[in-house]
Structures are given as C-alpha cells and as structure tokens.
C-alpha cells in the first residue's frame, strides 16, 4: 500500500509559478513509477507529466518548457515545477503511483492522493 500526499497549491496570477510536491509513504513507495494529473471543473482528468523510478521523465508537448517533474528517492518525495501559469492551468492536481513505467492514462495507477486545488487568476 502507497499513499501519497499532495501539497503546495493555491492561488497564483498569471506569470507566476507553483512548485507541487507528493509526499509518498508505504512499503517501497519509490520504486514506483509516478504521474502528476489535473482535472478541472466538468472535464476529464488529464495526464500533466510522468518520471520513472530511474528519473525518466515525460511532460506533454502542450506544457514542455513550462512544466519539469523531478523526484527526490531519498525523500520519497516527487516535485511539479509550475511556470508561466496560465488560468487554463487552474484545475485540481492529482499525483499518483504504478508499478512498471510511467504512463498517461489514469486508469493505469494504482495509487492516488487526495489533489490539490491550483488556481491561476488573470
């Protein structure tokens, strides 16, 4: 069993930028693969970056050179660096676990925390 504990969010003007973090803890949490999702109001959660447990990492072409996901082993912590925030950026984040790689549909973690909420003001 991972859980996994998001935090750093909130309110942000356009421009400005927001360092996510997931907090794991469990039986061999970071040997686990880990997604960063969001989900905004009546729209389908969206896969937002991806790292392997090696460090690979993978960000959409929509948001490369904006968004960097890295992870801290040791800490068993995975970071979400936010810049140039966009309000269409504003929605729920969501990080989650697999074993075996990284990938971007959701139904393929096993593991998810609770979000949280980024907002993103003009």
């Known amino acids: 069993q991972v859980q996994l504990v998001e935090s750093g969010g909130g309110l942000v003007q356009a421009g400005g930028s927001l360092r996510l973090s997931c907090a794991a803890s469990g039986r061999t949490s970071n040997t686990y693969a880990m997604g960063w999702f969001h989900q905004a109001p009546g729209k389908e959660r969206e896969f937002v970056g991806g790292i392997s447990r090696s460090g690979i990492t993978y960000i959409p072409d929509s948001l490369k050179g904006r968004f960097t996901i890295s992870r801290d082993n040791a800490k068993n912590v995975v970071y979400l660096q936010m810049n140039s925030l966009k309000p269409e950026d504003t929605a729920v984040y969501y990080c989650?676990?697999?074993?075996?790689?990284?990938?971007?549909?959701?139904?393929?973690?096993?593991?998810w925390g609770e979000g949280t909420q980024v907002t993103v003001s003009k």
């Open positions: 989650a676990a697999r074993s075996g790689f990284y990938s971007i549909s959701p139904r393929e973690y096993d593991y």
